[in-house]
């Protein structure tokens, strides 16, 4: 086979591959939670809260404080914040669903009461 007959049948397999209707994904992993955690209350948990998202390694968040976790794929997620004091409580839900569009960005806030 000649050297210009070889360049070309490796393009002509990419150009029919692509023609096949065949669908690449591309799946993004840049996209990032910011967690805030507010705390009220007269017995304020002063030693701090872990989060996780979906059930994965657990990040401390300082009370009133901020974490971001990143390397997320876009889509929906779970957060859980854990680690409150025996007289505290989450305003709302506990997990929280986020979403994770396709800017790569998601805000969460946490109330936390505390008697």
Same mark, same amino acid.
């Given at each position: 086979? /000649?050297?210009? $007959?070889?360049? !070309? +049948?490796? #393009?002509?397999? #990419?150009? !029919?591959? @692509?023609?096949?209707? *065949?669908? &690449?994904?591309?799946? /993004?992993? %840049?996209? $990032?939670? *910011?967690?805030?955690?507010?705390?009220?209350?007269? %017995?304020?948990?002063?030693?701090? &809260? /872990?989060?996780? +998202?979906? =059930? =994965?390694?657990?990040? &401390?968040?300082?009370?009133?404080? /901020?974490?971001?976790?990143?390397? !997320?794929?876009? =889509?929906?997620?779970?957060? #859980? #914040?854990?680690?409150?004091? *025996?007289?505290?409580?989450? *305003? =709302?839900?506990?997990?929280?669903?986020?979403?994770?569009?396709?800017?790569?960005?998601? %805000?969460? @806030?946490? %109330?936390?009461?505390? @008697?």
């Amino acid at each position: 086979m /000649s050297a210009r $007959r070889q360049s !070309l +049948v490796p #393009l002509a397999a #990419l150009a !029919l591959a @692509a023609g096949c209707g *065949e669908t &690449f994904i591309s799946i /993004s992993s %840049d996209g $990032r939670i *910011e967690v805030f955690v507010s705390t009220t209350g007269t %017995d304020p948990d002063a030693d701090g &809260f /872990s989060v996780t +998202v979906d =059930g =994965g390694a657990a990040r &401390f968040v300082a009370p009133g404080g /901020s974490v971001v976790l990143d390397h !997320l794929s876009e =889509g929906s997620h779970s957060l #859980l #914040l854990s680690g409150l004091a *025996e007289n505290c409580r989450v *305003e =709302g839900s506990n997990p929280r669903p986020v979403m994770v569009g396709p800017d790569g960005r998601a %805000d969460v @806030a946490f %109330d936390v009461r505390c @008697a």
